[in-house]
């Protein structure tokens, strides 16, 4: 079997890379019929300098094959829970993985086939997102979340870069139990990375729980309702010292001030669930998933206001993305960074059924993580708000 490709399968091509491995499209044909999917493939160690510094630090071949070996049991241990969660509308769906050796040389391959779904970053950039867009992916990550939390599970890394569309317009979560196995294995020699959706609690090294992830999501819509800027960025031009000063203030607590796009319901929705204080935000997942889908009822009574002129802020509010700065070497985390316990999940046995969308033109792309849902709690229903002024939203570049 040549590398980076799963027995039966043909590699197509390259969808992207990341620091600890890549993903890859796949293709095999039975009988007539063409099936593609995901394979994402994971290096263990990720190249030759996390090698090098477990030597530098005082390990010898033996505890550093050790060291690693423990890593791809962890993650392949992860693998049991990525299958418990699978067929959940909202969570990247698991379907095989393998572990191999590298020939002449040390380490491992984890080579893991999923379903191959479109990056939601590669969707917006000629699908913008309206309002209607950003409260359902809101709602269908807090179902994600939802069976997540149920089984104590914390996805601990929710980005846009995580979050997936299938062919009927379901927002996915991906990259369950790697994310986390990954950080606490491999980081540790060597912190790097951005805190761009941490919980004010986990950077500074306090006990946290289900409520970062909420914080993460929140920080997600956020940006998704402020011309694709996270809170605190400027509006023009991203500077380096510019990202410092955002992470500050957001560490320090100010306050936040409203994302420039969506109704004032909406708008409090997400400022409460990126509350500084854990206190403040929603309880759970089921309660801001409730919050939001009010939003979404009083979107659709009064209009989408973004829905007709979704790009109005591209000229004057450039993507977050598309901007081009020097690679920033985050705030380290305090010594006292604290690690949660893995836990065995158990799936529960009920499961709600998918939301209905508009199907997207799919734009085949792929990536890890996705599971059964929960039953849905009774929407919190707010009082209606007078109509507003329109405000929009802008794409990615």
């Known amino acids: 079997m040549a590398r980076n490709t799963w ?23 039975e009988f007539g019929r063409e099936f593609s999917a995901a394979l994402k493939v994971i290096t263990v160690p990720p190249d030759d300098s996390s090698l090098q510094q477990a030597y530098s630090e005082g390990m010898d071949k033996e505890s ?70 950003v409260i359902r992916l809101g709602i269908d990550m807090c179902r994600a979340l939802e069976v997540c939390h149920m089984q104590n599970i914390l996805h601990r890394d929710i980005k846009p870069e995580n979050i997936f569309l299938n062919r009927l317009g379901d927002y996915k979560l991906g990259d369950f139990g790697i994310a986390k196995q990954t950080e606490r294995t491999l980081s540790a020699l060597s912190q790097k ?32 309702l402020n011309g694709q800027r996270t809170p605190f960025l400027p509006q023009g031009t991203i500077r380096y010292a510019d ?39 929603f309880e759970n997942a089921s309660e801001m998933r409730a919050a939001l889908e009010a939003c979404l009822e009083y979107c659709s009574a009064h209009g989408d206001s973004l829905a007709d002129h979704p790009s109005d802020l591209t000229s004057r509010q450039p993507s977050e993305d598309s901007v081009t700065v020097p690679e920033q070497t985050p705030m380290p985390l305090p010594e006292n960074s604290v690690t949660i316990p893995e836990q065995t999940p158990k799936l529960p046995d009920s499961e709600t059924e998918p939301k209905q969308a508009e199907p997207p033109a799919p ?7 996705p599971t059964p849902k929960p039953a849905p709690a009774e929407a919190v229903r707010q009082p209606a708000e007078p109509p507003k002024k329109k405000k929009w939203l802008m794409p990615a570049v």
């Open 7 to 29: 027995p039966g399968w043909e590699c197509v091509r390259l969808l992207g890379a990341g620091s600890f491995g890549k993903v890859y499209e796949i293709r095999r044909t």
């Open 64 to 133: 550093i094959t050790a060291y690693f070996r423990s890593y791809v049991e962890d993650i392949t241990a992860e693998f049991a829970m990525m299958a418990e969660l699978k067929g959940h509308t909202n969570i990247v769906s698991y379907e095989d993985h393998m572990v191999q050796e590298l020939e002449g040389q040390f380490g491992w391959e984890i080579l893991i086939r999923m379903e191959l779904l479109t990056p939601l970053l590669d969707w917006i950039k000629v699908h913008p997102l309206t309002e209607t867009d």
């Open 193 to 224: 990375g951005t805190y761009t959706y941490m919980a004010p609690e986990v950077y500074l090294g306090k006990p946290y729980g289900k409520g970062a992830d909420l914080y993460s999501l929140g920080t997600v819509l956020y940006r998704f």
């Open 243 to 281: 990202r410092e000063e955002a992470l500050r203030r957001r560490m320090s607590g100010e306050a936040v001030p409203p994302p420039l796009a969506g109704s004032d319901m909406l708008r409090e929705a997400v400022l409460k669930a990126i509350a500084f204080e854990r206190a403040d935000r």
């Open 363 to 369: 734009e085949n792309a792929a990536d890890s993580e």
